[in-house]
């Protein structure tokens, strides 16, 4: 079910390979580690993340470079990268933030003329498309190395948790292939189906990273369901565009010409004047649950003592903890930020109650 499952997914995506793991967290720990991100590397991503994309960059003993994000999109800013490029830059992690696809027009050439990496996050981006080269292609046909996606219960395409890496080039693949199941140096299907006794051997430190074929049987029948589900988020998202026309100072996210998201969230930014926490728990006493904008790891407890970098180096830009003058748009995007409600029974019906409910709520600020 796996090989099956790894097959339809390249196929879907149109890349020559696509490796399944046990999570994205994963897949971006061996995808870094497959392009030689080790101890002593710097990788430039962004602190605007869930916190799988700098601890990933930290299991390889590397160091996460944060750039900031465009309010609009919610994505790495590639004006930013300049400023943060170094002599030990191995690396760029850029987000596709909640489905919004990344300028990779502009971060690929740039990364490209430096000597770097690329690994994109695609954690939320299944069904997403950039046009590249005069054509619509998915995301998931790598634009850099390689691309890693999630199936946790949050994502469009689920197989209660999991992830896959895809890619172009067969060293990557190989690989991560090897260092998911433990360095084995002969897989135990190629084994088991061998007409003679094969004995495996551990000749580098490999993980426990794989999936199991229930999870595969799973992601195998919803992938099916991708264009349907994506044609559906689309819509739902075109009427919130709509509907929210009337609710004064509500931002909506922009999706630019060349992208096509699949909307795996929709993260509007507050009025000014809103306090977040009122509003939602407003909402939430009305029956409507919503999430804050997402998370910033500099932010976080953890990376008051892991090493980090805007740029400047720890502690050289003269921010106290949990703050980044250098991350402005981060940190307003995470605090002026409100995810709406939006899942594939979201009715017509439910949607104006949503957005009447907010312009309540942003009228009693």
């Known amino acids: 079910m796996v090989e099956a499952f790894e097959r339809?997914?390249?196929q879907f995506v149109q890349t020559p390979y696509a490796c399944a793991v046990s999570s994205c967290t994963t897949a971006l720990h061996l995808a870094l580690r497959a392009v030689g991100v080790g101890p002593g590397d710097e990788v430039i991503t962004v602190s605007h993340s869930f916190i799988a994309t700098a601890n990933s960059i930290r299991y390889c003993g590397a160091v996460p470079v944060f750039a900031d994000i465009e309010p609009g999109t919610f994505n790495l800013d590639p004006t930013c990268l300049d400023s943060l490029i170094s002599q030990r830059t191995k690396a760029v992690l850029c987000v596709h933030q909640m489905g919004m696809p990344c300028d990779m027009a502009r971060i690929v050439p740039w990364a490209r003329a430096h000597g770097l990496a690329i690994i994109e996050d695609a954690a939320c981006a299944i069904g997403s498309e950039i046009f590249w080269d005069g054509r619509w292609e998915k995301i998931g046909k790598p634009h850099g190395d390689a691309a890693c996606f999630s199936f946790h219960p949050r994502k469009l395409l689920t197989t209660g948790d999991g992830g896959m890496i895809t890619t172009a080039r067969k060293d990557i693949e190989e690989k991560c292939r090897l260092w998911r199941h433990h360095g084995m140096s002969v897989p135990d299907a190629v084994r088991h189906a061998s007409p003679h006794v094969v004995f495996e051997s551990y000749e580098t430190?490999?993980?426990?990273?794989?999936?199991?074929?229930?999870?595969?049987?799973?992601?195998?029948?919803?992938?099916?369901k991708i264009p349907q589900i994506v044609s559906r988020r689309r819509l739902q998202v075109q009427r919130y565009r709509e509907?929210?026309?009337?609710?004064?100072?509500?931002?909506?996210?922009?999706?630019?010409?060349?992208?096509?998201?699949?909307w795996q969230s929709l993260c509007v930014r507050l009025p000014v004047l809103c306090d977040q926490a009122k509003v939602m728990q407003f909402l939430l006493e009305k029956g409507i649950a919503t999430r804050r904008g997402i998370m910033c790891a500099h932010r976080e407890p953890a990376y008051f003592q892991e090493p980090w970098s805007c740029g400047l180096g720890p502690g050289a830009c003269g921010c106290p903890p949990g703050t980044c003058k250098r991350l402005k748009h981060s940190e307003e995007a995470q605090d002026r930020g409100l995810i709406l409600p939006l899942f594939h029974d979201l009715t017509e019906e439910d949607q104006r109650r949503v957005v009447e409910t907010l312009q309540e709520a942003c009228a009693r600020c």
């Open 8 to 10: 339809e997914f390249a």
């Open 205 to 224: 430190l490999g993980f426990n990273y794989r999936m199991t074929d229930i999870q595969a049987a799973v992601g195998r029948e919803q992938l099916r």
């Open 243 to 262: 509907m929210l026309n009337s609710v004064v100072n509500i931002v909506f996210p922009e999706e630019p010409p060349w992208a096509r998201s699949n």
